[in-house]
């Protein structure tokens, strides 16, 4: 009987010592607070990466629609300029790539401007159109290079940061668990992680899409070949299109030359 009472009573014990120790060791233990990824990624160090994305996508888009081969040599600007090169009719060329503004028409505007001044002056002056084309989109271009090189060392500077600050709180309170310091590095290596997934693509369509400029730069240049091929460049010679006069004379101390007057400047006898 006794035996069974000591039985009893060192159960009712346990039972009742159970919930003690459980409250217990959640006092001892402190609770872990997670983040989401949705709040790690809402960290003021991120920001700027969320600012280069937003720019990325804006970018891609912008240039993607901009740079294929019918925006570079389009199919109707190509039909017009044969017809009126078929026809001779020159002015009307050269009127009608004046109305309708296009990287083709750029082009064959700069070259029929300078025609009268002969085959190099004409090619000389389509080449330069053409770089200039390629300029303004390779600019562009540049900007996504240009992020992908500062993402990562964004993502950079603010593990940096976040990780000065965890040692900093860390020595303060004289913590030495091992697993708050790997939590706090796993914290702010959220940082190093978005710059460099901001950054991977970022290159990939720069390179891309340079390569699209590229391809679509060539095909207006082989347009523009087969435009002036066979040009009759010496019936234009003393041809001026409007808006394309020429300014420069002969000296004016050749004889016979006509003399400059300036604006409200009475000629000499």
């Not at 160090?45 to 994305?53: E, G, K, M, Q, R």
């Not at 740079?67 to 039909?79: I, L, M, S």
């Not at 603010?158 to 020595?171: K, L, P």
Request: charged share 15%.
């Amino acid at each position: 009987m006794k035996s069974t009472l000591r039985r009893l009573t060192g159960f009712a014990a346990l039972v009742s010592a159970s919930p003690l120790a459980l409250l217990a060791q959640e006092v001892a233990e402190p609770t872990v607070v997670t983040k989401s990824l949705l709040q790690e990624l809402s960290a003021p160090a991120i920001i700027p990466l969320w600012f280069c994305s937003a720019l990325i996508v804006y970018l891609v888009i912008d240039l993607y629609m901009k740079t294929g081969d019918k925006q570079f040599v389009p199919p109707v600007a190509v039909d017009s300029f044969r017809s009126f090169f078929r026809a001779g009719d020159y002015r009307g060329a050269y009127t009608w790539a004046q109305q309708n503004p296009g990287i083709l028409s750029s082009v064959v505007f700069a070259g029929l401007k300078h025609a009268p001044g002969g085959k190099q002056a004409s090619e000389d002056a389509m080449g330069s159109a053409i770089l200039g084309e390629n300029s303004r989109f390779q600019s562009k271009i540049a900007y996504l290079s240009v992020i992908g090189v500062i993402a990562p060392m964004i993502g950079l500077t603010g593990t940096v940061v976040g990780m000065i600050q965890a040692f900093a709180a860390m020595g303060q309170a004289g913590a030495a668990d091992p697993s708050k310091l790997s939590g706090a590095i796993g914290h702010v290596l959220h940082a190093t992680a978005s710059g460099l997934a901001v950054a991977i693509p970022a290159f990939i369509f720069y390179y891309l899409i340079r390569n699209r400029v590229g391809h679509a730069i060539h095909a207006v240049s082989d347009a523009t070949n087969d435009l002036f091929r066979k040009f009759p460049y010496e019936h234009l010679s003393n041809v001026e299109f409007e808006g394309a006069e020429t300014f420069a004379a002969t000296p004016n101390w050749v004889q016979g030359s006509p003399t400059y007057v300036a604006p409200g400047q009475a000629q000499q006898a």
